[in-house]
């Protein structure tokens, strides 16, 4: 029955690519992953957050890799290892046998580990398989920042797949905030960062200042410098990358997440798109 429940998932998605169908799969198993982990104390600790947050619980389109976390409060003795034994023993149910390697490391903010598994896709049945063959491991990988930035917003979300399960997620304000913290502070064009950036000003959502002036003094150029991240200083700040990116690589980097029927709309990435997306939030209120 557990199988059968995937493969209807799976059905659900009318995938009309080998890759549309992988993606498919591995956003299924993020949602088994985080059902699992609801049933556990984990969500008194974490809160989800990141694209595939944005994907399952906000309606953003493009897939996502990865499942991201923030704990609560800063907890530098966190640790993975139950967690993560818990986690096995429950996806097992649903016909995954999965691989899990702890990366988590005692002296870095980061704890991570790696979900692996070569099993579900030969047990449910592929429409595009033959195409390219079986797909190598399903790899997921989960991180857990130990060492928050202060002033997170806090939201509770329901999965019903592949039962009902809670889940602590960051609120709107907050992803938003920690998004532009990857836009202004990542050191190398990440496409998919600027995709979230068009969702985020068509809905006009506001940013959690607090929670973006405590990232920034963590962590990259402004580092330590106290600055206010007001909206004023954000437009200022987001214009300056925009003016200074190449949008075609970026535009590239984000076309195997999303669907064949959105991949034409890449080719208007540019300058303009994107200072007319940011002038369109700025007047938000």
């Known amino acids: 029955m557990s199988i059968q429940m995937i493969r209807e998932r799976l059905a659900s998605y009318h995938c009309q690519t080998a890759l549309e169908e992988q993606q498919a799969l591995r956003e299924i198993t993020q949602e088994v992953a985080l059902a699992a982990l609801g049933r556990g104390d984990f969500f008194k600790h974490a809160l989800f957050q990141g694209g595939t947050c944005l994907r399952i619980f906000y309606g953003l389109n493009r897939f996502s890799e990865d ?15 139950d967690t993560l034994q818990n986690l096995r023993d429950e996806v097992s149910a649903y016909g995954y046998e999965m691989e899990i390697t702890d990366r988590g490391s005692t002296d870095r903010a980061v704890r991570k580990a790696f979900l692996k598994d070569s099993s579900i896709g030969k047990l449910i049945q592929l429409s595009h398989v033959d195409r390219i063959g079986l797909p190598a491991k399903l790899r997921i990988k989960l991180e857990v ?9 806090v939201a509770l979300e329901y999965l019903d797949f592949p039962f009902v399960s809670a889940v602590a997620v960051q609120d709107k304000p907050s992803l938003f905030a920690g ?6 502070c990542r050191e190398y064009i990440k496409g998919r960062d600027w995709y979230d950036f068009l969702w985020y000003t068509s809905q006009r959502t506001d940013f959690n200042e607090k929670f973006l002036s405590s990232a920034l003094n963590q962590l990259g150029p402004w580092q330590q410098q106290s600055v206010v991240a007001d909206a004023a200083w954000v437009a200022k700040e987001l214009e300056k990358k925009i003016l200074s990116l190449d949008w075609k690589q970026a535009a590239e980097d984000v076309r195997r997440f999303l669907r064949v029927y959105e991949q034409p709309s890449l080719g208007l990435w540019s300058t303009e ?4 997306q940011l002038e369109k939030w700025k007047s938000r209120k």
């Open 179 to 184: 998004k532009i913290h990857a836009l202004l």
């Open 145 to 153: 920042d130990i060492n928050p930035p202060a002033g997170t917003g």
């Open 273 to 276: 798109l994107f200072l007319h």
């Open 67 to 81: 499942i991201d976390f923030i704990l609560r409060e800063p907890e530098p003795r966190f640790n993975l290892k």
